[in-house]
């Protein structure tokens, strides 16, 4: 009988830390998915006037809309949850070297702080993302 040991981060996590990751996750998804990816796909008057000032068209608003629902949703499932945390975060350091050099206003800090609060989900659930590839 033999028996192989879990892969490296996976299963050895406490109850609380489980519960931290996971409701951690589960507030990430929802503001991805109704907070901020939901209000670019229904054309809220103010993601409209964001992204005429960035001067990139309305295109990129949906565009990015679609991936903040779908990166949203991903939190939300196990084993995408970390490879949509690495995707957000990438999303994140656009949306702030857009607010930092094309836009007028200093709400730079809001996808920093979403960047790094994901960062964390994407680092505790790395052992998690090469799996997804590995299917």
Do not use: H, N
């Not at 931290?20 to 990816?37: E, H, N, Y």
């Not at 809220?44 to 006037?49: G, I, P, S």
């Not at 990166?71 to 084993?79: M, N, Q, S, T």
């Not at 094309?102 to 960062?119: A, K, Q």
Request: glycine share 12%; hydrophobic share 55%.
């Amino acid at each position: 009988m033999t028996t192989t040991a879990p892969a490296p981060g996976v299963g050895t996590r406490s109850r609380p830390a489980t519960i931290a990751l996971w409701t951690l996750q589960v507030l990430l998804g929802l503001m991805f998915i109704a907070g901020s990816g939901a209000p670019k796909l229904f054309g809220e008057a103010y993601a409209v006037q964001i992204f005429e000032d960035l001067g990139t068209g309305q295109w990129l608003r949906v565009v990015v809309g679609l991936l903040e629902v779908a990166g949203g949703i991903g939190l939300l499932v196990p084993r995408l949850a970390g490879l949509a945390a690495s995707c957000l975060v990438a999303l994140m350091v656009g949306a702030t070297v857009a607010q930092l050099f094309f836009l007028s206003e200093g709400f730079w800090y809001t996808p920093v702080i979403l960047g790094v609060l994901l960062g964390v989900v994407a680092w505790v659930r790395r052992a998690e993302i090469s799996r997804v590839f590995e299917r």
